[in-house]
C-alpha cells in the first residue's frame, strides 16, 4: 500500500517515493542535552518513531540516525547568546572545559534516553554526538570557503546566503519580508547580508573550542546536523524531521550548506511535528526549556499518569496538529488507555488478524500517519460483536507495532494466584471498603495509589483483578 506524507518543501502530501527500493533514510534533530528533555521535546520524538515504525510496518528497512547536540547550539537562533552547554556547565558548577561539557551532555542524554525508553520509542541506528564529529564539520566548513560560498569576518565563518538563490524556499520563509528575515538571523555590521549565518564560532582567548585550519572555535548549530546527517546517510537521503520551530532558520540553513557544498538535493522528504502549548494565564504558549511550562515525563508519572498514557494522548491527534496540554485531557488519555489495556488483558490468545480491519488501519496509517483515524478504529473493532475476542487481540496487538503502546506485554493476573506486595494488598481492601460504602471518590484516590507501585485495577462483576502496568 502507497504511503503519502506531507512534505514541508512543497506544503503538499505527496506520495512517498524511496531513494533506495525496500529502504528509508530517515534524519531526525535530536535532543540538545543541557537539561532535562520537557514532554514537548518528546512529541517530536514519538512522532519520528511512529513515522519510523510505519515504513516497518510495510515491510521497509529504515536507517535512521538522531543526533546529540552538546556544542554550539546558542540560546538565539540569530547567531548570538550563550553557548546552551556553557549554561549548563555553569549551573552544574562543572569545570569550563571539552571534558566538562561532555560529563554533562552525558548526564542529560542518560536521562533523554530514559524517557525515550519509557516512551517505547525505538532506538535509532546511531546516535552521533555533534562533539565526536569536529572533523567532517571541518571539512564541510572548507569546502564551503574552497567553493566561495562561506567568509570570515571576526568572530567566525559566516554563510553568503546571497550565493545560494533558493535560500529560505522551505516553509516560504523566501517570501517573507526583509524585516521578518532579518529578525530571525540577526543582524551583525561585519556580516555581508543580514541573513548570512555562522558555520563556525571562534573562541574568545580563554574559551572552549576545538582546532581548527581557520581558527579555534566551535561549530554552529546548523552544520552539525548537515555533516552528520550526510556522513552516516549520505548526500541525498530519504526524510528529515523536526519541530516547525526549526523550519524557518535550522532547516532552511542545513538545505544552503548542505546543497551548496555537494551540488545534490539534499532531502527528499521534510516532516515537521506542530508544538505542544500549555496555558500561560489566558494564553497558551510552546513549552520551552527556558520558561515556566517546563514539563517532565518525571512530573507526568508523579501525578499517576504513565508514560505510555502520554504516548497514547499524543495518538489522538496528527503529528501536524497543535495540542494544547490539559490535566483533563491527559487524565482522559490514561483512562481510556487502561480501558484499552483491560480489553485486551481480559481477551483470549490464539485468534487471527482480521485482514479487513488490518487494511482499513494501513489506510490510516499511511495517510500521513492519520494516528486518530487508527486509535478510533481500534475501539471500533474493540465494539465489533462480529469478531471473536481472540482474534481482536491478534489485530490490535498488530496495530500496536506502529502505535507502541506496549499492548501486549499487558496481561491478566488473578490476584488469587499472584504474589502481591503487603501494601498493595491493604490498598485493594480499603478500596473494597470505600466502594462498597459509596465513597467513590476515596475508591479512585486508592486507586491511582496502587498505580503508583505499579498496578492497575480493574473492577469486574465477579471481582477485583490486578493488571501489570508498563
Avoid at 462480529?386 to 491478566?412: M, P, R, Y
Avoid at 488469587?416 to 476515596?442: C, M, T, W, Y
Amino acid at each position: 500500500m502507497d504511503i503519502f506524507l506531507h512534505n514541508t518543501l512543497t506544503d503538499k502530501k505527496e506520495k512517498f517515493t524511496p531513494i533506495k527500493q525496500g529502504e528509508v533514510s530517515l534524519y531526525s534533530c535530536g535532543p540538545t542535552v543541557y537539561n532535562y528533555l520537557h514532554i514537548g521535546n518528546l512529541r517530536a520524538y514519538v512522532f519520528a518513531d511512529i513515522l519510523k515504525r510505519t515504513f516497518e510496518y510495510d515491510g521497509y528497512t529504515v536507517h535512521h540516525i538522531m543526533n546529540v547536540t552538546d556544542i554550539g547550539h546558542l540560546t538565539s537562533d540569530a547567531d548570538e547568546g550563550e553557548d546552551k552547554m556553557v549554561k549548563a556547565l555553569k549551573r552544574e558548577g562543572k569545570p569550563m572545559t571539552l571534558e566538562g561539557l561532555r560529563d554533562v551532555a552525558n548526564i542529560y542524554w542518560q536521562k533523554a534516553h530514559e524517557d525515550m525508553q519509557a516512551l517505547d520509542i525505538e532506538d535509532a541506528e546511531k546516535n552521533p554526538f555533534a562533539s565526536d564529529e569536529i572533523p567532517v564539520q571541518i571539512e564541510l566548513i572548507q569546502t564551503l570557503l574552497d567553493k566561495e560560498y562561506a567568509y570570515q569576518i571576526s568572530d567566525g565563518i559566516y554563510f553568503d546566503t546571497t550565493k545560494f538563490p533558493h535560500y529560505g524556499e522551505l516553509g516560504g520563509v523566501k517570501n517573507e519580508s526583509t524585516s521578518e528575515m532579518e529578525s530571525r538571523i540577526g543582524i551583525n555590521s561585519e556580516k555581508k547580508n543580514p541573513r548570512d549565518f555562522a558555520l563556525w564560532k571562534f573562541a574568545d582567548k580563554d574559551g572552549i573550542g576545538f582546532d581548527a585550519p581557520f581558527g579555534k572555535g566551535f561549530p554552529g548549530w546548523h552544520i552539525e546536523c548537515s555533516a552528520m546527517s550526510m556522513k552516516y546517510l549520505g548526500h541525498h537521503f530519504d526524510i528529515h524531521t523536526g519541530g516547525i520551530d526549526h523550519i524557518p532558520v535550522h532547516h532552511n540553513n542545513e538545505i544552503a550548506q548542505s546543497e551548496a557544498a555537494t551540488g545534490e538535493k539534499f532531502v527528499n522528504y521534510w516532516m515537521h511535528n506542530a508544538h505542544l502549548t500549555i496555558a500561560n494565564g489566558d494564553n497558551s504558549e510552546k513549552m520551552a526549556k527556558s520558561g515556566d511550562n517546563f514539563l517532565t515525563l518525571d512530573f507526568l508519572k508523579k501525578n499517576g499518569i504513565s508514560p505510555l498514557a502520554y504516548r497514547y494522548w499524543l495518538l489522538t491527534a496528527r503529528y501536524s496538529t497543535r495540542m494544547d496540554y490539559s490535566t483533563e485531557a491527559i487524565k482522559g488519555a490514561q483512562t481510556a488507555y487502561e480501558r484499552l489495556t483491560n480489553s485486551l488483558a481480559s481477551f483470549p490468545d490464539g485468534g487471527k488478524i482480521d485482514e479487513t480491519y488490518k487494511e482499513r488501519f494501513s489506510k490510516a496509517i499511511n495517510d500521513d500517519l492519520d494516528t486518530p483515524k487508527a486509535l478510533a478504529l481500534t475501539w471500533e473493532l474493540i465494539r465489533d460483536k462480529n469478531i471473536s475476542e481472540a482474534d481482536k487481540k491478534a489485530t490490535i496487538l498488530n496495530f500496536d507495532k506502529v502505535f507502541g503502546l506496549k499492548l501486549g506485554q499487558i496481561k491478566k493476573e488473578d490476584k488469587d494466584n499472584i504474589e502481591i506486595p503487603k501494601e498493595v494488598q491493604e490498598l485493594l481492601h480499603f478500596r473494597k471498603l470505600a466502594r462498597e460504602s459509596g465513597d467513590f471518590a476515596q475508591s479512585d484516590a486508592i486507586r491511582k495509589e496502587i498505580q503508583n507501585k505499579g498496578y492497575s485495577v480493574k473492577d469486574q462483576k465477579d471481582g477485583t483483578q490486578l493488571l501489570t502496568k508498563i
